[in-house]
């Protein structure tokens, strides 16, 4: 007895599911750069503020979701066969790129992230004594931005390769 199939009740929750997930998450990490760039424009603990509840957002909330988005995805798939297979180019393609994207958020993004709210803690309680010049956090924030921004984007691209493959599905599928 064939519990689930394309199209059945079951199905379309965990389609429904997958989807849902996937617009809390990645829209929650989406627009960090949006929120990055104000937190420039503010600073002290007004750009701490925006980055902190930015950083918020992104960590506590939209990683769940984007961690159920692939579970989801699993499911729905493996309810999909015969008609979705994990052969499928589109398919496989998406998780793994998925994976990489995940992997790149684990290697840079989440510690960047707490790096940055540490150095502008620092920076909004008076930072290091400088020889004259500004904290030396301040060239560490900067260099820090840039690689968040730089692996953001990528991330950004990640996201939009494997949103055309699941509406797309070259080579197949439902």
Known sequence: MV???????????????????????????????????????RPGREGLAIVEANTFVSTQVAEYAIYAVFVFGLITAIIG??????????????????????????????????????????????????????????????ATGKRLALFGMILNVLLAVILFLMVVKPGGGT
């Open 3 to 41: 519990l689930a199939t394309v199209g059945s009740g079951v199905y379309q929750l965990f389609l429904y599911l997958h989807i849902a997930t996937a617009i809390v998450g990645f829209g929650g990490v989406v627009l960090n750069g949006v929120y990055a760039a104000q937190a420039r424009k």
């Open 81 to 142: 066969k015969p008609v979705i297979k994990f052969s499928q180019g589109w398919l496989s393609g998406a998780m793994g790129l998925y994976i990489v994207g995940i992997a790149i958020s684990h290697a840079v993004m989440i510690p960047g992230s707490k790096k940055m709210v540490a150095l502008l803690t620092k920076l909004s309680e008076g930072g290091s004594p400088g020889q004259g010049g500004p904290p030396p956090e301040v060239a560490e924030v900067e």
